[in-house]
């Protein structure tokens, strides 16, 4: 069974740094790109960041760019999301995604993270 | 940049058939494939709609999607609906200047 489990998630205060991870199990991890998409509460879905396979493709919003950094390792079928310098609009469920090979869209993802950005 | 724009909330009665639209700000809907994304209360998405028009295996045949460059935008219509079917649907295009863009969700009521 395809499975991805992400943890990491929490509070913290602004200005702060959280790394998340997303383990992967029951598929080749290395031979696919991998996504961070977020849903603040009570918002709709955002993406957020994209990895290929290899890592010789980064993506990041706008939103992010300068402050995350996306980063895997095949070996241990992981996928990790650096956080800094984090504000309050930061504040979501996290939710890692694999990108079904060859096309732009995600499938599975993990049941998300929640981390809180609060003073 | 384009946006995607989802009505926020539809509703109808069980048994009854619901399309859900999403527009495209600009540029074609047809340049890049839409996908349909469920989200049930306090679940992940999953997908029910890809590459336009195509079900996974596992989405019944009452969930379909389609396209129209008229209006520039893509649909998502469910027939013979059923309570398991209330959930939020967001639909999510790509290009390779925005990247991925999702809409802003529709949140679906059978009542």
């Known amino acids: 069974e395809v499975q991805l489990v992400e943890s990491g998630g929490g509070l913290v205060k602004p200005g702060g740094s959280l790394r998340l991870s997303c383990a992967a199990s029951g598929f080749t991890f290395s031979s696919y790109s991998m996504n961070w998409v977020r849903q603040a509460p009570g918002k709709g879905l955002e993406w957020v960041s994209s990895i290929s396979s290899s890592s010789s493709y980064i993506y990041y919003a706008d939103s992010v760019k300068g402050r995350f950094t996306i980063s895997r390792d095949n070996a241990k079928n992981s996928l990790y999301l650096q956080m800094n310098s984090l504000r309050a609009e930061d504040t979501a469920v996290y939710y890692c995604a694999r990108e079904i090979t060859g096309t732009k869209w995600f499938d599975p993802w993990g049941q998300g993270t929640l981390v809180t950005v609060s003073s | 940049n384009f946006m995607l724009t989802q009505p926020h909330s539809v509703s109808e009665s069980p048994g009854k058939t619901v399309t859900i639209s999403c527009t495209r700000s600009s540029g074609s809907i047809a340049s890049n494939y839409v996908q349909w994304y469920q989200q049930r209360p306090g679940s992940a998405p999953t997908t029910v709609i890809y590459?336009?028009?195509?079900?996974p295996s596992g989405v019944p045949d009452r969930f379909s999607g389609s396209i129209d460059s008229s209006s520039n935008s893509a649909s998502l219509t469910i027939s013979g609906l059923k309570t398991e079917d209330e959930a939020d649907y967001y639909c999510q295009s790509y290009d390779s200047s925005n990247l991925w863009v999702f809409g802003g969700g529709t949140k679906l009521t059978v009542l």
């Open positions: 590459e336009d028009n195509q079900r």
